[in-house]
């Protein structure tokens, strides 16, 4: 097989790095570090039909899979989302993923982003 090449990123995937870390940085107990199992949620897989985590969407920043910002905050939506269908609202899970959700959209607003396209490499 051909051994895959690792490219030199491109400054949107360092820009959706840098994003992708600030967003890794609100979820300290890693509700959202990786993706939920049946086993620890049981009929998850029954009653999510997209799952997404953050490890998903680092390894898709890796392979260059977003095209734009607004895709990758997609999936960012969608992760919270599925916690608070699946979830109870009275559960830790609901709360950190609508925690998670509101900190993620101020994090991601136009006005906090342009500064950044200047400054990172
Ligand atoms: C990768 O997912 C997880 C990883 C670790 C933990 C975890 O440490 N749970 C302990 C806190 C009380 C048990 C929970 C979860 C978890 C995330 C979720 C989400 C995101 O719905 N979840 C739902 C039901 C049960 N567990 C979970």
Partial sequence: CV?????????????LDHIHRC??????????AWPVTDNIAPGYSAI???PMDFSTMKQ??????YSSLQEY???????????MVYNHP??????AAKRL?????????PDKI???RTVLP
């Fill in 114 to 116: 342009r500064p950044l």
């Fill in 60 to 65: 898709k920043i890796d392979d260059d899979i």
């Fill in 73 to 83: 905050i997609e999936d960012f939506k969608l992760m919270c989302g599925n916690a």
């Fill in 48 to 50: 999510i039909s997209h």
């Fill in 3 to 15: 051994a895959r090449q690792r490219q030199e990123k491109t400054s949107f995937q360092k820009l």
């Fill in 90 to 95: 009275d559960t830790i899970y609901f709360k």
């Fill in 23 to 32: 967003l890794e940085k609100r979820d300290a107990q890693q509700f959202f």
């Fill in 101 to 109: 959700l509101h900190a993620g959209v101020k994090l991601t607003h």
